[in-house]
């Protein structure tokens, strides 16, 4: 083993000649770790028994160990050598410059602007060279002794620098060391017991003297660390009088895009899918709740998260597997005034750091966002100030089937939903399904009282009389269900089935899972979708599955159906009105 290291040493240390060309550099990634502090226990080891090993931010809170910097060709032979030894592990892999970012290790050391080093060619390789004349006496240059580092404090002067840090020049080295893993206890800018022990665990983890108290160069190392997260995302003072707020925002990944009232839109500039908002509109609490009511239909607001709201203000945080938005804002003298966040899901360190800096910053300044601005901006009925509404998965139509709000609608708009909703506004789960048939029965997760309820025609229907079908054909971007009128053409299914009607009718899919009603209102059944056997009907042709079907599964479920009483025909007018009263629109939600 002692010569397995002897030539890993050796190896290394030809690569680590000066480079003799400027070449794009490679590294050979060896590990990485989910926090700073085990990073750091990880590479004092490697440091033992390698050289040219270096500590890189990798981003999203991770940190990599690598070795380097490399031409790609002496990359690939390090990585090929070291795995063979068994020294790095075999998952090991070739790196670039441009996969890293901040440097943590060693201390202070800056490698991914410098050239790769580069293998010296052996001098049995080269061609013999010619006879050179003698050369007269060479200049001796004199030799200049590169300067020596500015020597560190002493803890005497390390306590006397510290005591000229201001309170939140103190606070902010604790926050730097909680961070960092080091600190759990409460920020309070008081160096005490608890303090001093992270500084020295600090500093041994990072190999200076452990003596609890950070030098003027040991605090700017710290903070260098912690501030690693926040490179590229050019955070600056931004103050916009149009909308009468000051912050700092990530102004390297976001620029403003327009005015389009209450919000001031910026967008995404690069790789990283933020989104900022800032809300600016004069107004009263009343106002701020609707403004907080209608936040929540956005699809920029994920609809898992904490939430509330005050008289004069609210906090607003969705959070979803590929986005967080977290949105605050306050009422005071007349005027709302707040932002969203919006930043990828798992990038909790850099999101936090940044949402941090804006609340911290945040300034009311003269005026507010005037509510004429941006007036030629697309209109469209998704969207609300320039932003999309939450649309569902899917829609399709129910109806309730007894006084405590149980719907009967097809299966086909309850398969693999996070969430389903009646008429938008009340959950619901699914109670019981026929999938042979295609019905489902929802059960509300709190009692409702509907304002009709189907009533079902146990009697054999006359074949051409006429039936309507009551629907949300448009997934409810009219508000309300729509009758479509048509005729019964057979009381079976193509293949005799006796739990099906055919019927002359077009329907769109919107209206699958209504009810079917002959001219008084009674419910013969529930529309099904326009395929019979993975087949498309033609146009004119639906099915329905009848009434006794649908009588059986609300029976299994546990629910007492309504029995039809008059058969007498109702004129179209409060056919519609009676029908539309029971009809309701499923939405399936992701």
């Known amino acids: 083993m002692m010569y397995r290291i002897f030539?890993?040493?050796?190896?290394?240390?030809?690569?680590?000649?000066?480079?003799?060309?400027?070449?794009?550099?490679?590294?050979?990634?060896?590990?990485?770790?989910?926090?700073?502090?085990?990073?750091?226990?990880?590479i004092r080891g490697y440091a033992t028994t390698l050289q040219d090993v270096n500590g890189f931010s990798i981003g999203s809170g991770w940190y990599a160990i690598a070795l380097g910097p490399y031409t790609a060709e002496d990359a690939a032979q390090v990585l090929r050598v070291l795995r063979a030894e068994r020294v790095i592990p075999r998952d090991?892999?070739?790196?670039?410059?441009?996969?890293?970012?901040?440097?943590?290790?060693?201390?202070?050391?800056?490698?991914?602007?410098?050239?790769?080093?580069?293998?010296?060619?052996?001098?049995?390789?080269?061609?013999?060279?010619?006879?050179?004349?003698?050369?007269?006496?060479?200049?001796?240059?004199p030799v200049v002794e590169p300067e020596p580092e500015p020597a560190d404090?002493?803890?005497?002067?390390?306590?006397?620098?510290?005591?000229?840090?201001?309170?939140?020049?103190?606070?902010?080295?604790?926050?730097?060391?909680?961070?960092?893993?080091?600190?759990?206890?409460?920020?309070?800018?008081?160096?005490?017991?608890?303090?001093?022990?992270?500084?020295?665990?600090?500093?041994?983890?990072?190999?200076?003297?452990?003596?609890?108290?950070?030098?003027?160069?040991?605090?700017?190392?710290?903070?260098?660390?912690?501030?690693?997260?926040?490179?590229?995302?050019?955070?600056?003072?931004?103050?916009?009088?149009?909308?009468?707020?000051?912050?700092?925002?990530p102004m390297g990944v976001v620029e403003f895009e327009r005015y389009n009232p209450p919000f001031?839109?910026?967008?995404?500039?690069?790789?990283?899918?933020?989104?900022?908002?800032?809300?600016?509109?004069?107004?009263?609490?009343?106002?701020?709740?609707?403004?907080?009511?209608?936040?929540?239909?956005?699809e920029i607001v994920p609809e898992i998260g904490p939430r509330t709201l005050k008289k004069d203000a609210f906090t607003l945080i969705g959070e979803g597997a590929l986005m967080i938005s977290h949105t605050q804002a306050w009422l005071k003298d007349g005027e709302i005034k707040g932002f969203t966040l919006v930043w990828?899901?798992?990038?909790e360190e850099r999101r936090t750091r940044i949402l941090g800096e804006m609340q911290e910053s945040f300034q009311r300044i003269n005026g507010v966002l005037d509510p004429a601005t941006g007036v030629d901006a697309a209109q469209s009925i998704d969207l609300v100030s320039g932003l999309e509404i939450r649309k569902p998965k899917m829609t399709r139509s129910g109806f309730y089937v007894d006084g405590a709000g149980n719907v009967v609608t097809t299966t086909e708009v309850v398969n693999a939903c996070s969430r389903i909703t009646i008429d938008d506004s009340y959950e619901a789960e699914v109670a019981a399904t026929d999938a042979e048939l295609g019905i489902a029965v929802l059960r509300p997760t709190a009692?409702?009282?509907?304002?009709?309820?189907?009533?079902?025609?146990?009697?054999?229907?006359?074949?051409?009389?006429?039936?309507?079908?009551?629907?949300?054909?448009?997934?409810?971007?009219?508000?309300?269900?729509?009758?479509?009128?048509?005729?019964?053409?057979?009381?079976?299914?193509?293949?005799?089935e006796e739990e099906l009607k055919r019927l002359a009718l077009s329907s769109l899919d919107g209206d699958v899972g209504g009810p079917v009603v002959d001219a008084g209102g009674n419910v013969l059944g529930m529309l099904l979708p326009n395929t019979q056997n993975g087949r498309a009907l033609p146009d004119g042709v639906s099915f329905a599955a009848d009434a006794e079907a649908v009588q059986q599964v609300l029976i299994k479920a546990g629910i007492t159906p309504s029995a039809a009483t008059t058969s007498a025909a109702m004129p179209a007018e409060k056919l519609t009105r009676e029908v539309t009263k029971m009809t309701v629109l499923i939405s399936c939600w992701e």
């Open 447 to 496: 009692r409702l009282s509907p304002m009709g309820v189907a009533a079902f025609q146990l009697a054999v229907p006359r074949l051409q009389s006429d039936v309507a079908v009551a629907g949300y054909s448009y997934g409810g971007v009219l508000g309300a269900p729509t009758l479509t009128f048509g005729r019964l053409a057979d009381v079976k299914g193509l293949n005799g």
């Open 344 to 347: 990828p899901a798992g990038d």
């Open 7 to 42: 030539a890993v040493f050796s190896l290394m240390a030809v690569l680590a000649i000066p480079a003799q060309a400027q070449q794009r550099a490679s590294w050979v990634q060896i590990e990485a770790q989910p926090s700073l502090n085990r990073a750091q226990e990880s």
């Open 264 to 298: 001031a839109h910026f967008k995404a500039t690069g790789d990283i899918d933020a989104k900022i908002l800032l809300i600016s509109q004069a107004g009263d609490s009343n106002t701020l709740g609707g403004l907080y009511d209608i936040m929540q239909t956005l």
């Open 153 to 249: 404090e002493t803890p005497r002067e390390a306590r006397a620098s510290e005591r000229e840090l201001t309170r939140d020049q103190r606070a902010e080295l604790q926050i730097a060391l909680k961070w960092a893993g080091f600190y759990n206890g409460a920020i309070d800018a008081s160096y005490g017991r608890g303090t001093r022990a992270s500084m020295a665990a600090w500093q041994e983890a990072n190999a200076f003297d452990v003596t609890g108290i950070l030098t003027t160069m040991q605090r700017a190392a710290l903070l260098k660390q912690y501030n690693a997260v926040l490179d590229g995302m050019g955070l600056n003072l931004v103050q916009d009088q149009s909308v009468g707020i000051e912050l700092k925002l």
């Open 92 to 141: 090991s892999y070739v790196a670039e410059s441009s996969d890293y970012r901040q440097q943590f290790w060693p201390v202070g050391a800056n490698l991914l602007d410098r050239p790769a080093l580069i293998i010296a060619e052996d001098e049995t390789t080269q061609p013999e060279a010619e006879a050179e004349p003698e050369a007269a006496d060479p200049v001796v240059e």
